[in-house]
């Protein structure tokens, strides 16, 4: 029972509401760093603070649902992302699930397997949609130098993703957990599906 | 007209190692205003979310004792089943506005729609509630550019399209200006002139005091007393329990004025008025 | 005793949208209530005082000094507001670190902070909860949490923002005992507010706000006795009032004790 | 209110079209160029587009969203023009920086193609109510509940951009620096977000609550308050679209068997 419960595709309407609430917390969180002019993106908090909560299925539609809000609000380019934020949701759910995201180590190492994982999966659509570039300056900097170089393109632009995703999926999973961390159990325990009710008859 | 019949109700949060609600019993009677009192904690919104299938269905925990709307033991079907009875409303306006509908109209339509009525049957419904809460001139209106009182009416319409027996009214105006409240205030009043029953959970006694065919006071999870609003405000020990007497039972009791009748204090402005009139005018008074 | 006094302060978000309409106004050691319906200008006016907003014309002077350019971060030590929802604020994982977050962001030492946010804990009856995490906490405690926040920032002005909605009794008393406290220590003490009992109970004088103007101002007993302007702000005075306005009396009462007394008085005669 | 979402209220005939032709638009002008390998194609759909948005009047409001793009596509053609490996033709000496045509064609495929795929997103973007189209969706079997929260996204932004305001303000009150050095930046970024998390997270209990005594978790089939009106020219645009992508397949094939 316990086993199947992570990737159970019903959801209970709390789990569901969390959706819109993560991916306004990414939303905001874009706009805070951007406000406070942080060298980050910090657009993927809601994400994975929703996979910790509600496991990796609702991590994958906040993932998707955020991309596509994305293209309809500031770039028609993010539809096509929506593929990274929904690895990076189901990474973030099943490692959480897992009990791996316990403590500064485990947040660490957690984040840097979501960067990579983020990187294997953009890095095919950066390939395909702007020849391996991302848009960040150091990443495409790297990228000019590899491509220089004679480096394959995959390596290059995988390059060029990684530099860019490691320091903020690290900074983003430090500040899920953060927070995570601090959330009351009373609020926790709704977005789980396997509560029973107790009987006092 | 439904009948709600509680028995032996004990429930107690997930997590948490004391009961909220310590086996509560008592009817209502078809189209009767209820006032719930008590203080923080008392376990007053607990109950209310007892009455529609949130406790347990929504919360888990642990569950005791039995609530009947009519034949329909709520704990025993999904509240999608209990709402069609019994309608709940609660404190905070905003957090009701389902924030998928573009219109205060369509917002209405939400609960409608979930019920699978037909085109036409949800037009009239929501022609009527709109118009029962006079709130029919905003139908086009975005729900959240609507003001804190007007936005409230809101939730209750959704709530009355729906045609519930029984409607739960959980602080409704705690979060409105004075303006706002008694927009809400006259609202329920035209609902129980409908024959709906209602059960209001308010801090504001003077509300209560007008309002109420019987009130209920919670405390610690227990129900202290559940009468008339001028037995329940007489109590000498009311204080004790978290609540303050209206302003003009207060007054009355420290003039002494009790109703001749009733050997109660009188619990709202008019009942006050007439005492006091009547003192000035050569009655006595107990000092 | 310092004093604000502003002076035709006009401000408005968009052109021709005015939100405060030439405000003249001079506050000092007496409690004060600001009341009026939601949009008549009350939020905006005390972000004005606190420096969260700019005036588009006039001043707000300060013991005679301009403070209407000062940053927020400035008046952070002389002004403290009570926001009305304590989840805008509260992030830390304990107490006691929450209510030391705003005397130490003011320059108050680690030793100064905790004795303050100690002492500010025990004024709100939440003496013991140190280690506690808010969010375990019920919302009217963590209103009280939100108010030693800005308790502990020991500040000569402290400003709140309906303190009592969704209070019970006890929480009312508690409130009105801080209120009185802070005017004993010396500190000029502002409250926005709906409760019209309360205001009656616990505030000498009383501001009415209505679109965007000072409808009315003074004692509040006297404010309290204008019928019809209050009804041009959608108010309705206490209860107390109401009952002495339905039996015609002359003067306005505005608590229990003092309508009792003088009725006993006038049954004597 | 403020809307998040870059639709436009128009009344033209753009905007009346189902979303269902755009969304299928989308697809033929992403599917055909690739499947032809033909840039030709790719630029006959920009102009294509272009037409569509100038009917919807809907054309200016592209330029934003071309400038994230854009600025990527610009360094495209400078990396690419300069450093791409295969690069042996001179084309373009600007002082001692040489562009070489193998890269420059590189980039001007990559260039066609970011272009073409965000002309045709636009339309849909530009000039449709996002309420009809998750609408639509719903109609076609898409779960009312995962409806729900993509519509309800649109609001619920808004109101969260309100929020962190207000908690910038209460947090500003209480003598924070939001401007300095980074240390001064980053520290307070975690009492900004916090609140934000919390204040959301507890209005997603009542809402859930409030949705759930509304019948959002009924069995009953869903109802709609609006109506779909169904006209011919729909049926045509969409047959026109399938065609061209049947086509273009056909067409594929052939030159694979050549």
Redesign the interface.
């Given at each position: 029972m316990k086993k199947n419960s992570m990737w159970s595709l019903k959801l209970n309407t709390a789990s569901l509401v969390l959706i819109p609430a993560a991916v306004g917390i990414n939303y905001i969180g874009k706009l805070f760093a951007g406000a406070l002019k942080l060298p980050l993106w910090l657009d993927s908090i809601g994400t994975i603070l929703a996979a910790c909560l509600a496991g990796p299925i609702v991590g994958a539609l906040c993932g998707a649902i955020n991309n596509i809000i994305y293209g309809f609000t500031l770039d028609p380019v993010s539809f096509i992302y929506a593929l990274s934020q929904v690895g990076i949701g189901i990474v973030a759910g099943v490692l959480a699930y897992k009990g791996k995201m316990k403590g500064l180590v485990g947040s660490i190492i957690t984040g840097l397997i979501i960067a990579c994982v983020a990187t294997v999966v953009s890095t095919p659509i950066n390939i395909a949609m702007y020849g391996g570039q991302t848009g960040n300056i150091w990443g495409d900097a790297l990228f000019t130098w590899c491509t220089a170089n004679q480096f394959p393109t995959w390596l290059a632009s995988g390059l060029d993703e990684l530099v860019v995703d490691i320091p903020d999926k690290v900074a983003v999973t430090l500040i899920a957990f953060g927070i995570y961390k601090a959330l009351p159990k009373k609020l926790t325990i709704l977005y789980k599906n396997d509560q029973a009710i107790e009987s006092l008859d | 007209m439904a009948k709600i019949v509680v028995e032996h109700l004990?429930?107690?949060?997930?997590?948490t190692d004391e009961l909220a609600l310590k086996d509560i019993s008592f009817t209502i009677e078809p189209g009767e205003f209820i006032g719930i009192i008590g203080?923080?904690?008392a376990g007053k919104s607990t109950l209310c979310?007892a009455l529609?299938g949130?406790i347990?269905?929504?919360?888990?925990?642990?569950?005791?004792?039995k609530v009947f709307i009519d034949d329909l033991e709520v704990?025993k079907h999904?509240?999608?089943?209990v709402?069609?009875k019994v309608?709940?409303v609660?404190?905070?306006p905003?957090?009701?506005v389902?924030?998928?509908?573009?219109t205060v109209?369509?917002e209405i339509?939400?609960?409608?729609?979930?019920?699978?009525?037909?085109?036409t049957e949800?037009?009239e419904r929501i022609d009527y509630s709109l118009k029962l809460l006079d709130i029919y001139q905003y139908k086009d209106r975005?729900p959240?550019?609507l003001?804190?009182g007007q936005m409230q009416r809101m939730?209750i319409a959704?709530?009355i399209a729906?045609r519930p027996e029984v409607i739960i009214l959980d602080?409704p105006t705690?979060?409105?200006?004075?303006?706002?409240s008694?927009e809400v205030f006259r609202a329920v009043q035209s609902l129980s002139q409908e024959g709906i029953s209602i059960l209001m959970v308010e801090?504001k006694m003077?509300k209560i005091a007008a309002y109420s065919d019987r009130v209920m006071l919670l405390k610690d999870g227990k129900m202290v007393a559940f009468d008339t609003p001028q037995k329940v405000f007489s109590l000498e020990n009311l204080?004790q329990y978290?609540?303050?007497a209206?302003?003009?039972t207060?007054?009355c009791k420290?003039?002494g004025i009790k109703n001749q009748k009733n050997g109660c204090y009188p619990v709202t402005?008019e009942e006050?008025?007439g005492a006091?009139?009547l003192?000035?005018n050569g009655g006595i008074?107990d000092e | 005793m310092s004093n604000i006094e502003i002076k035709d302060m006009y401000f408005s978000y968009t052109e021709n949208e005015p939100v405060l309409n030439g405000i003249n106004l001079t506050l000092d050691s007496r409690t004060t209530a600001i009341i009026g319906q939601n949009g008549a200008g009350k939020t905006t006016f005390v972000k004005l005082l606190k420096g969260l907003l700019k005036p588009t014309h006039g001043q707000i002077f300060w013991d005679g000094k301009d403070i209407s350019q000062m940053t927020v971060a400035q008046l952070a030590k002389y002004i403290g507001l009570v926001f009305q929802n304590p989840n805008d604020q509260i992030f830390k994982g304990k107490v006691i670190d929450e209510v030391m977050f705003g005397p130490i962001n003011i320059g108050m030492s680690q030793e100064d902070a905790l004795d303050h946010a100690r002492k500010a804990l025990s004024i709100v009856g939440l003496a013991g909860t140190e280690d506690e995490n808010p969010y375990d906490m019920g919302l009217s405690d963590r209103k009280m949490i939100a108010i030693a926040s800005i308790l502990a920032m020991d500040t000569d002005v402290v400003i709140f923002d309906e303190p009592t909605i969704a209070q019970d009794y006890k929480a009312k008393e508690k409130i009105k005992q801080i209120i009185r406290q802070l005017k004993s220590d010396g500190k000029m003490v502002l409250t926005i507010i709906h409760d019209m009992d309360f205001v009656a109970e616990c505030f000498e004088r009383t501001i009415v706000f209505a679109k965007g103007n000072v409808l009315l101002d003074g004692p509040t007993a006297e404010v309290f006795a204008q019928k019809e302007k209050l009804t041009q702000a959608y108010l309705e005075p206490p209860h107390v009032t109401q009952l002495c306005n339905r039996l015609g009396y002359q003067q306005t009462f505005l608590t229990v004790e003092d309508f009792v007394a003088y009725v006993k008085r006038t049954l004597k005669k | 209110m403020k809307s998040i979402s870059l639709y436009q209220d128009k009344n033209t005939v753009i905007h009346r079209i189902d979303p269902l032709s755009k969304i299928l638009y989308i697809l033929v002008a992403i599917i055909v160029p690739f499947l032809l390998a033909s840039q030709i194609a790719s630029a006959a759909f920009i102009l294509v587009s272009i037409i569509i948005l100038l009917m919807g009047k809907s054309l200016k409001r592209t330029v934003p969203m071309l400038g994230f793009s854009g600025l990527i596509l610009i360094t495209v053609v400078i990396i690419q023009g300069i450093f791409r490996p295969d690069n042996v033709t001179p084309a373009l000496v600007l002082g001692s920086v040489v562009f070489y045509k193998e890269g420059l064609l590189f980039a001007l495929g990559i260039s066609l193609n970011v272009i073409n795929i965000l002309m045709s997103f636009s339309i849909l973007v530009l000039t449709t109510k996002p309420s009809d189209m998750v609408e639509t969706f719903v109609r076609m079997g898409l779960s009312p509940k995962l409806g729900y929260v993509l519509s309800s996204v649109f609001q619920i932004i808004p109101q969260m951009t309100e929020t962190m305001a207000t908690i910038t303000d209460a947090q500003r009150s209480r003598g924070m620096e939001t401007e300095g050095n980074l240390t001064t930046r980053v520290k307070a970024f975690f009492p900004l977000i916090s609140p934000v998390v919390m204040n959301s997270l507890i209005t997603t209990k009542e809402r859930a609550i409030a949705l759930e005594v509304r019948g959002f978790d009924s069995k009953q089939k869903k109802t709609f308050l609006t109506e779909v009106k169904k006209t011919r020219s729909e049926k045509v645009i969409k047959i026109v679209l399938a065609a061209v992508l049947i086509l273009s397949l056909i067409g594929r094939v052939l030159i694979w068997l050549r």
């Amino acid at each position: 029972m316990k086993k199947n419960s992570m990737w159970s595709l019903k959801l209970n309407t709390a789990s569901l509401v969390l959706i819109p609430a993560a991916v306004g917390i990414n939303y905001i969180g874009k706009l805070f760093a951007g406000a406070l002019k942080l060298p980050l993106w910090l657009d993927s908090i809601g994400t994975i603070l929703a996979a910790c909560l509600a496991g990796p299925i609702v991590g994958a539609l906040c993932g998707a649902i955020n991309n596509i809000i994305y293209g309809f609000t500031l770039d028609p380019v993010s539809f096509i992302y929506a593929l990274s934020q929904v690895g990076i949701g189901i990474v973030a759910g099943v490692l959480a699930y897992k009990g791996k995201m316990k403590g500064l180590v485990g947040s660490i190492i957690t984040g840097l397997i979501i960067a990579c994982v983020a990187t294997v999966v953009s890095t095919p659509i950066n390939i395909a949609m702007y020849g391996g570039q991302t848009g960040n300056i150091w990443g495409d900097a790297l990228f000019t130098w590899c491509t220089a170089n004679q480096f394959p393109t995959w390596l290059a632009s995988g390059l060029d993703e990684l530099v860019v995703d490691i320091p903020d999926k690290v900074a983003v999973t430090l500040i899920a957990f953060g927070i995570y961390k601090a959330l009351p159990k009373k609020l926790t325990i709704l977005y789980k599906n396997d509560q029973a009710i107790e009987s006092l008859d | 007209m439904a009948k709600i019949v509680v028995e032996h109700l004990k429930y107690r949060y997930p997590l948490t190692d004391e009961l909220a609600l310590k086996d509560i019993s008592f009817t209502i009677e078809p189209g009767e205003f209820i006032g719930i009192i008590g203080e923080n904690n008392a376990g007053k919104s607990t109950l209310c979310q007892a009455l529609v299938g949130i406790i347990p269905n929504f919360y888990k925990g642990a569950y005791g004792g039995k609530v009947f709307i009519d034949d329909l033991e709520v704990a025993k079907h999904s509240i999608s089943e209990v709402c069609r009875k019994v309608g709940i409303v609660f404190q905070n306006p905003f957090n009701q506005v389902t924030g998928s509908k573009l219109t205060v109209y369509e917002e209405i339509a939400f609960g409608l729609e979930n019920m699978g009525l037909s085109r036409t049957e949800m037009m009239e419904r929501i022609d009527y509630s709109l118009k029962l809460l006079d709130i029919y001139q905003y139908k086009d209106r975005n729900p959240f550019d609507l003001s804190g009182g007007q936005m409230q009416r809101m939730a209750i319409a959704s709530i009355i399209a729906m045609r519930p027996e029984v409607i739960i009214l959980d602080e409704p105006t705690s979060q409105l200006d004075p303006q706002g409240s008694e927009e809400v205030f006259r609202a329920v009043q035209s609902l129980s002139q409908e024959g709906i029953s209602i059960l209001m959970v308010e801090h504001k006694m003077e509300k209560i005091a007008a309002y109420s065919d019987r009130v209920m006071l919670l405390k610690d999870g227990k129900m202290v007393a559940f009468d008339t609003p001028q037995k329940v405000f007489s109590l000498e020990n009311l204080e004790q329990y978290g609540v303050n007497a209206p302003a003009f039972t207060r007054i009355c009791k420290k003039l002494g004025i009790k109703n001749q009748k009733n050997g109660c204090y009188p619990v709202t402005l008019e009942e006050a008025e007439g005492a006091i009139n009547l003192l000035k005018n050569g009655g006595i008074a107990d000092e | 005793m310092s004093n604000i006094e502003i002076k035709d302060m006009y401000f408005s978000y968009t052109e021709n949208e005015p939100v405060l309409n030439g405000i003249n106004l001079t506050l000092d050691s007496r409690t004060t209530a600001i009341i009026g319906q939601n949009g008549a200008g009350k939020t905006t006016f005390v972000k004005l005082l606190k420096g969260l907003l700019k005036p588009t014309h006039g001043q707000i002077f300060w013991d005679g000094k301009d403070i209407s350019q000062m940053t927020v971060a400035q008046l952070a030590k002389y002004i403290g507001l009570v926001f009305q929802n304590p989840n805008d604020q509260i992030f830390k994982g304990k107490v006691i670190d929450e209510v030391m977050f705003g005397p130490i962001n003011i320059g108050m030492s680690q030793e100064d902070a905790l004795d303050h946010a100690r002492k500010a804990l025990s004024i709100v009856g939440l003496a013991g909860t140190e280690d506690e995490n808010p969010y375990d906490m019920g919302l009217s405690d963590r209103k009280m949490i939100a108010i030693a926040s800005i308790l502990a920032m020991d500040t000569d002005v402290v400003i709140f923002d309906e303190p009592t909605i969704a209070q019970d009794y006890k929480a009312k008393e508690k409130i009105k005992q801080i209120i009185r406290q802070l005017k004993s220590d010396g500190k000029m003490v502002l409250t926005i507010i709906h409760d019209m009992d309360f205001v009656a109970e616990c505030f000498e004088r009383t501001i009415v706000f209505a679109k965007g103007n000072v409808l009315l101002d003074g004692p509040t007993a006297e404010v309290f006795a204008q019928k019809e302007k209050l009804t041009q702000a959608y108010l309705e005075p206490p209860h107390v009032t109401q009952l002495c306005n339905r039996l015609g009396y002359q003067q306005t009462f505005l608590t229990v004790e003092d309508f009792v007394a003088y009725v006993k008085r006038t049954l004597k005669k | 209110m403020k809307s998040i979402s870059l639709y436009q209220d128009k009344n033209t005939v753009i905007h009346r079209i189902d979303p269902l032709s755009k969304i299928l638009y989308i697809l033929v002008a992403i599917i055909v160029p690739f499947l032809l390998a033909s840039q030709i194609a790719s630029a006959a759909f920009i102009l294509v587009s272009i037409i569509i948005l100038l009917m919807g009047k809907s054309l200016k409001r592209t330029v934003p969203m071309l400038g994230f793009s854009g600025l990527i596509l610009i360094t495209v053609v400078i990396i690419q023009g300069i450093f791409r490996p295969d690069n042996v033709t001179p084309a373009l000496v600007l002082g001692s920086v040489v562009f070489y045509k193998e890269g420059l064609l590189f980039a001007l495929g990559i260039s066609l193609n970011v272009i073409n795929i965000l002309m045709s997103f636009s339309i849909l973007v530009l000039t449709t109510k996002p309420s009809d189209m998750v609408e639509t969706f719903v109609r076609m079997g898409l779960s009312p509940k995962l409806g729900y929260v993509l519509s309800s996204v649109f609001q619920i932004i808004p109101q969260m951009t309100e929020t962190m305001a207000t908690i910038t303000d209460a947090q500003r009150s209480r003598g924070m620096e939001t401007e300095g050095n980074l240390t001064t930046r980053v520290k307070a970024f975690f009492p900004l977000i916090s609140p934000v998390v919390m204040n959301s997270l507890i209005t997603t209990k009542e809402r859930a609550i409030a949705l759930e005594v509304r019948g959002f978790d009924s069995k009953q089939k869903k109802t709609f308050l609006t109506e779909v009106k169904k006209t011919r020219s729909e049926k045509v645009i969409k047959i026109v679209l399938a065609a061209v992508l049947i086509l273009s397949l056909i067409g594929r094939v052939l030159i694979w068997l050549r």
